[in-house]
């Protein structure tokens, strides 16, 4: 139905249906089961709602993976309004674009992170929820707000209503031909990503995000995860020393994937008794040599495919393929062509621009 993409309304029916089962794992071990999850949302949405945001307002955040953003996150879109996260490395006149092109007038930023702000010419912006006491940003024309996002009153009494087709969250790209551009990712855009990057997630899976809440490699996972009643192991980022260690603790069966170096970091780390002795059974990966060899070295199967933050994971490889740099073929309801500067198909290895059209997101 048009509700089952929905953020809001699959946090509501995991609470319903599973309360006690763990839906979060965060890197100082903390928990928090499905039916927490639904109650830090609804208290943050309650705390929000009083600082003014409501349904269809675009809200910057601005920190690391942790608690904090998954609170911020879910009670944004719990209140209808859409989640703009930026990059915690942005600074100067990249900060400055990214908070221009949001259009948006409230923040939310981890309080090492706002002194920056004091370093860009004056935006739309004009008031900052800050996680703890902030530096003092002299002449900044913010009002700098002190707030934990752990009150509020818990009496929100439904989430707002949103559609499939709504606006959930903006992502700003990587910007690797120029500016980054703020990418619109409606409700449906995103479950799509989700489903066809880690559509084989159940309800007994764990899956270890280590990639950013700011990059569609960190909010997808997330969205796969709660669309399949799986759990999630939240970590600030990929450690190849720690990497192991964090799949022991959380029964990860998965994780966010292993993309540009990563294979290669565990690729190179030492020989170690029983190294298929683990919990990992599936990945999405970067279809390379090193990715092959890690996954069979250390016994799990794998898939991989193709994406931008702006389509729906049209290309998909079967599982275990062996072809290093397959992207994959296209799946159900994707049609996808290479082609020459005129639009015509190009033959078999002739170097194209890919173009896909879907009939279903």
């Given amino acids: 139905s048009r509700e089952d993409c929905v953020l809001p309304w699959m946090l509501e029916r995991n609470a319903a249906e599973t309360p006690d089962r763990r839906?979060?794992?965060?890197?100082?071990?903390?928990?928090?089961?499905?039916?927490?999850?639904?109650?830090?949302?609804?208290?943050?949405?309650?705390?929000?709602?009083?600082?003014?945001?409501?349904?269809?307002?675009?809200?910057?955040?601005?920190?690391?993976?942790?608690?904090?953003?998954?609170?911020?996150?879910?009670a944004i879109n719990y209140l209808g309004a859409v989640f703009v996260p930026i990059n915690t490395d942005y600074r100067g006149k990249i900060l400055h674009h990214a908070i221009t092109e949001s259009s948006a007038r409230l923040m939310i930023a981890h309080q090492q992170l706002v002194p920056r702000l004091k370093d860009i010419e004056s935006t739309q912006l004009d008031r900052v929820l800050s996680l703890a006491e902030p530096e003092v940003l002299p002449g900044a024309p913010l009002e700098i707000i002190v707030d934990d996002l752990v009150g509020g009153d818990e009496q929100v009494p439904q989430a707002s209503p949103v559609n499939a087709w709504d606006l959930q969250m903006v992502i700003f790209t990587s910007g690797t031909t120029g500016p980054s551009k703020g990418v619109m990712c409606p409700y449906l855009h995103q479950y799509t990503v989700g489903q066809g990057s880690y559509g084989y997630m159940n309800d007994s899976d764990c899956i270890m995000v280590e990639l950013p809440m700011f990059h569609v490699g960190g909010v997808s996972p997330v969205m796969g995860a709660i669309a399949n009643r799986a759990s999630i192991a939240l970590f600030p980022g990929f450690s190849t020393n720690e990497f192991w260690q964090r799949v022991r603790d959380t029964g990860a069966t998965t994780t966010s994937g292993l993309i540009g170096s990563m294979a290669s970091f565990l690729a190179k780390a030492p020989p170690a008794p029983d190294e298929k002795n683990n919990t990992l059974r599936m990945i999405t990966l970067m279809l390379n040599q090193q990715a092959i060899d890690v996954a069979e070295r250390y016994g799990f199967d794998y898939i991989a495919g193709f994406n931008m933050t702006e389509l729906s994971v049209p290309l998909v490889t079967e599982v275990n393929c062996k072809v290093a740099g397959s992207i994959g073929r296209p799946r159900i309801g994707c049609e996808c062509r290479v082609v020459d500067e005129h639009d015509y198909e190009c033959p078999p290895n002739v170097i194209g621009e890919l173009i896909v059209r879907t009939d279903q997101p």
Wanted: proline content about 2%; overall charge neutral.
């Fill in 23 to 74: 839906c979060f794992q965060f890197a100082d071990g903390e928990i928090w089961t499905c039916a927490e999850t639904l109650q830090h949302t609804r208290k943050t949405a309650a705390l929000l709602r009083d600082h003014g945001v409501s349904k269809g307002d675009f809200v910057l955040v601005w920190m690391p993976s942790g608690q904090a953003i998954i609170r911020a996150w879910f």
